[in-house]
């Protein structure tokens, strides 16, 4: 199946709606979740899993694939509601996250259908997403591997190593994206470690670099279709973010990172959802 034969008989920003609505039921739970995080990165992954991503449900480790990595780990609850949506498995099952015996766990592992590989200790996958690449070269496959950074992620020193490699190999079918929320655990990223300029960053270290509005689904597609933007080179698009986007009273705040709701607070989230699907 290519990216093409995907489901399309709705728009990108409707399967978002409805990918934050399971994000919000999950962290409703006894566990609680990474609700922040998930919700900045929510059209980046409607965008690659309906309409980038040469993917099959059906087969998910069909040789030919193209890979995605979700280096950002703890946002595991955004990624399982996208694999659901997207046929990997069924959407009950995303009632179960966190829960004895449940393979739905708080990062994700290989035992869900479409994980490529467990993540989420911070600064390992664009360094996979480079093993990927490689190993598709010596293959002969022109698959493409994806992998999604959160920002505060980038001050691992192990990104950049994997990044000097991807560039000095030529790691053209590798595509980073950047989740550019600004914020982490404790605080604003430019206030904690400043990384700005960061295109210029990543120029620096020889890659190709776009920087996008991160809630536009269609305009995410567009620039995650057309890579690699320069031959020889790995590309890499900085999308502006806002952490817990969706919610107004969840917004931007860094204290959204992990949250429990509570029954009020689950339903508070589900009308603001609501409220912003209609007026979309």
Not at 89 to 94: A, G, I, N, S, T
Not at 245 to 274: C, D, E, M, T
Request: net charge negative; hydrophobic share 40%.
């Amino acid at each position: 199946m290519t990216a093409a034969q995907a489901p399309t008989r709705e728009t990108l920003e409707t399967v978002a709606a409805r990918i934050r609505s399971h994000v919000v039921d999950m962290c409703a739970g006894p566990e609680g979740g990474h609700l922040g995080g998930a919700f900045s990165c929510v059209e980046v992954l409607t965008a690659l899993y309906f309409s980038v991503l040469n993917v099959d449900p059906r087969q998910p480790d069909d040789p030919a694939r193209d890979r995605f990595l979700l280096s950002k780990g703890h946002a595991a609850l955004a990624l399982y509601a996208t694999l659901a949506e997207r046929g990997f498995f069924p959407v009950e099952e995303l009632a179960g996250y966190g829960q004895p015996g449940s393979r739905l766990m708080g990062h994700p592992v290989r035992a869900v259908p479409g994980v490529e590989l467990p993540t989420g200790s911070l600064g390992h996958g664009l360094a996979l997403g480079c093993g990927f690449a490689l190993a598709d070269r010596y293959a002969g496959r022109d698959s493409r591997s994806f992998v999604l950074l959160g920002d505060g992620e980038l001050q691992e020193g192990s990104v950049w190593e994997a990044a000097i490699a991807a560039a000095s190999l030529k790691l053209d079918q590798l595509v980073a994206v950047v989740d550019r929320n600004g914020l982490q655990l404790t605080g604003s990223t430019e206030r904690i470690a400043p990384m700005e300029p960061l295109a210029d960053r990543w120029r620096s270290f020889g890659w190709s670099v776009r920087d996008v509005d991160g809630h536009d689904a269609n305009e995410l597609a567009h620039h995650l279709t057309a890579a690699p933007w320069e031959p020889g080179k790995p590309s890499v698009l900085i999308a502006r973010t806002v952490k817990g986007h969706g919610v107004p009273f969840l917004a931007g705040r860094a204290a959204n990172h992990y949250v429990k709701l509570s029954p009020r607070n689950h339903a508070r989230a589900i009308a603001a959802l609501r409220t912003t699907d209609a007026a979309s």
